[in-house]
């Protein structure tokens, strides 16, 4: 996970990725779903197209946390598990890859289902690939659903658009009212 703040330098619009509770302004935070290792690549685009926009704290989880577990790291632990989980209950978004393979990871699907059904977390879908024809059927599916979901390109001035509609659906879904 990492967590996206505004410094006093940055446009209005981004600015507005900051939210409010009783007077104080907070970061939104955002929940960036990945594969450890596999898409070090996806990562780093997505942090480089915000860095300029927002300042970055990386949260994500240390190789020693990710090598835990009772068969050496092929079974992560139950505590990496309630960790991943909280640090998608305190974000305000997860980001997650748009390509059709997503769903073959046992964690990002998890990460998913998590984020859509159990926490009710709005979702956004990123292409990484300029001709990017194939999506993920999960997005479709949980749009089916009415989770909220967004989708976009991977392009930071696009990523916070699409942030802040999609933060926004969620404050005004009959959920978050009855959460109040």
């Known amino acids: 996970m990492s967590i996206f703040s505004f410094g006093k330098n940055k ?21 960036i779903s990945h594969r ?5 690549r996806f990562l780093a685009a997505i942090k ?11 949260g994500s989880l240390t190789k020693e ?5 009772p068969r050496g790291g092929k079974v992560p632990g139950f505590e990496v598990k309630k960790e991943i989980f909280d640090r998608i209950s ?18 990002i699907s998890w990460e998913i289902d998590t984020a859509a059904i159990a ?9 990484d690939r300029i001709d990017a024809v194939r999506g993920s059927a999960i997005y479709t599916e949980l749009k089916n659903a009415e989770a909220i979901v967004g ?9 916070i658009n ?19």
């Open 162 to 180: 699409e942030i802040k509609k999609l933060t926004n659906q969620l404050s005004a879904s009959p959920a978050a009212a009855q959460d109040q």
């Open 65 to 69: 946390q990710m090598l835990s577990g």
């Open 119 to 127: 926490l009710k977390k709005p979702i956004l879908f990123v292409d």
């Open 36 to 40: 450890y290792k596999k898409d070090q």
């Open 11 to 31: 446009r209005r619009s981004e600015r507005d990725l900051e939210r409010s509770d009783q007077g104080n302004v907070k970061p939104t935070q955002i929940f």
């Open 151 to 159: 989708k976009c390109e991977l392009d930071g001035h696009r990523m």
């Open 90 to 107: 305190q974000s305000d978004v997860v980001i997650c890859r748009n390509t059709s393979s997503i769903t073959n990871n046992e964690w």
């Open 48 to 58: 480089g197209r915000l860095e300029d926009h927002v300042r970055i704290d990386d």
